[in-house]
């Protein structure tokens, strides 16, 4: 919720300069998103479930600081529309939520049906022995980043030009040559991980900043497409196959995790001014 957060505070400082310019924010890449003129938040989540909502008129403090929205999830917002849904469904005869989400998967053209999510821990979180231990967590650690380096280094290489969606999609078909590539979109760093985008899914890694854990993300209109792909990465060491270093320069490799925190402080110092 801090990067949730992070958008809405510079929505609100460009609403207060000048309300009848379009808000204009940035993704972590650079990419402009318009949200328009007095823009509003309808939903913001995160993949725990926890949700903020916002009004339809700007939250206006006894100071007189306007807000779109609260800056933290809450629970009584999530049970009060809960509540309001329910209602609305027994009324109209539509008594399954289950139901009713089916058909707004059908009527909105949804294509993440199915959401999973895979958490690797990469140690061994039962040894007594407090310098085991630490030692362990060490070896995970390691283990975390060079999962990471190695898909970080492929969305680099695609953004900066130096490597194309082909050679990627060759790069991952051979380490992984139970998965199919073929509709890969794009190869992207997202701020905290890599997001793997393909035609009608997309798979993320995201690597825990505090602990030596791993985690996977997918979602899509096809379940056991989505096992295989968290199955398959939440087995994988890091290693690399012999195309890689034909396809990711070597020096990028060896520095990915620093550029990748560089383009990501940049991002929040641009969104803080």
Not at 10 to 16: A, G, N, P, S
Not at 79 to 103: Q, T
Request: hydrophobic share 40%; glycine share 8%; aromatic share 10%.
């Amino acid at each position: 919720f801090k990067e949730i957060a992070t958008v809405m505070k510079f929505v609100e400082r460009r609403m207060k300069e000048d309300v009848s310019k379009d808000v204009v924010v940035k993704d972590v890449f650079g990419r402009e998103v318009n949200l328009g003129k007095d823009p509003r938040l309808v939903f913001a989540g995160e993949e725990s479930g926890g949700m903020v909502t916002g009004p339809e008129k700007l939250i206006v403090s006894g100071k007189k600081r306007a807000a779109i929205s609260m800056r933290e999830k809450s629970a009584g917002e999530g049970s009060v529309l809960m509540a309001g849904l329910v209602a609305e469904l027994f009324e109209s005869g539509k008594v399954f939520l289950s139901d009713a989400l089916e058909r707004l998967f059908v009527e909105r053209k949804i294509s993440g049906k199915f959401d999973l999510r895979k958490d690797l821990v990469l140690y061994n979180q039962a040894e007594f022995d407090p310098k085991r231990l630490r030692e362990s967590m060490k070896e995970g650690e390691k283990l975390r980043d060079r999962i990471d380096s190695f898909f970080l280094s492929l969305a680099f290489s695609l953004k900066q030009g130096k490597a194309s969606l082909e050679l990627v999609k060759g790069v991952l078909a051979e380490r992984f040559p139970s998965l199919s590539f073929d509709d890969l979109v794009d190869v992207v760093f997202v701020g905290d991980g890599s997001y793997l985008k393909f035609e009608n899914k997309y798979i993320e890694m995201r690597p825990s900043g505090t602990e030596a854990k791993f985690r996977v993300y997918g979602s899509g209109n096809d379940l056991e497409d989505i096992k295989r792909f968290l199955d398959c990465f939440a087995v994988f060491d890091g290693s690399l196959p012999s195309s890689y270093f034909d396809v990711v320069d070597k020096a990028l490799y060896e520095g990915v995790q620093k550029q990748a925190e560089k383009v990501y402080l940049d991002y929040l110092v641009g969104m803080n001014r």
